[in-house]
């Protein structure tokens, strides 16, 4: 079955740090740019990182840039984000998401179920 | 960075026809994609480049884009089609994935 699954994640306090992962079965993994999309409570949609097929690019909004890290492993199809120095308003859901960017125009086509992280002290 | 900019509401009878707006100065040239976002669940994607329906998304599902709008049309309109919908577009200029803030679609 084609399908992402996040774990990690939880409760985590102003200025510390918690581990995003997300598992991917299915599909050739390393064929895709993937991405984390979070979703703050009664919020919208926002993509806070990307990252290259092979690893070898990251991208980021400025919110999260220098405190968040995208990585990967192809070997054993994961997805990671690591999250540092947090803060309130990164409370929210974060959706593990692939990247199809077939006709140079990227889109989410395969989502995870969500993993709620709470930052509170 | 890139706004993309929807109507926070929409209200539709059912069997009537839904039209969802999303704009942005210069997304003539750009393609749009919309994704449903039921309450408790992930988004799915409900239609790309403006137009593309993925497998399993009904025919009722159909996309325009004129000008600086894109337009998510969702015709004869079930109570199952109630939730939040989402236009998404690459601002190139940043290389950012861009949301819209979203449209709730109630059904009357």
């Known amino acids: ?15 510390g740090s918690l ?12 064929s ?14 926002e993509c806070v990182a ?6 070898s690019e990251q991208l980021y909004v400025d919110s999260v840039r ?23 308003e990164d409370t929210a859901m974060y959706y593990c998401a692939r990247v199809n960017d077939g006709d140079y125009v990227p889109h989410f086509d395969l989502w995870g179920q969500g993993n709620l992280v709470t930052v509170s002290s | 960075s890139y706004v993309l900019t929807q109507p926070p509401s929409v209200s539709v009878a059912p069997g009537k026809t839904a039209r969802i707006t999303c704009g ?5 040239g750009k393609r749009v994609h919309w994704y449903q976002q039921k309450p408790g669940q992930a988004p799915v994607m409900v239609m790309y480049y403006d137009r593309d329906r993925p497998s399993g998304i009904p025919e ?3 996309g325009s884009h004129s000008g600086n709008t894109a337009t998510l049309s969702i015709n004869r309109v079930e109570a199952g089609d109630e939730a939040d919908y989402y236009c998404q577009m ?16 109630t059904v009357l």
Request: aromatic letters at 12%; charged letters at 20%; glycine letters at 16%.
């Open chain 1, 66 to 88: 220098g405190r968040f890290t995208i990585s990967r492993d192809n070997a054993k199809n994961f997805l990671f984000l690591q999250m540092n120095s947090l803060r309130t």
């Open chain 2, 60 to 62: 009722r599902f159909s």
């Open chain 2, 90 to 105: 690459w601002d190139t200029t940043n290389d950012h994935l861009v949301f819209g803030g979203g449209t709730k679609l």
């Open chain 1, 50 to 55: 990307r990252i290259k097929r092979d690893g």
């Open chain 1, 32 to 45: 895709y740019w993937m991405s984390w999309v979070r979703q703050a409570p009664g919020k919208g949609l």
């Open chain 1, 1 to 15: 079955e084609v399908q992402l699954v996040e774990s990690g994640g939880g409760l985590g306090q102003p200025g």
């Open chain 1, 19 to 30: 581990r995003l992962s997300c598992a991917a079965s299915g599909f050739t993994f390393r």
């Open chain 2, 24 to 28: 942005g100065n210069n997304i003539g």
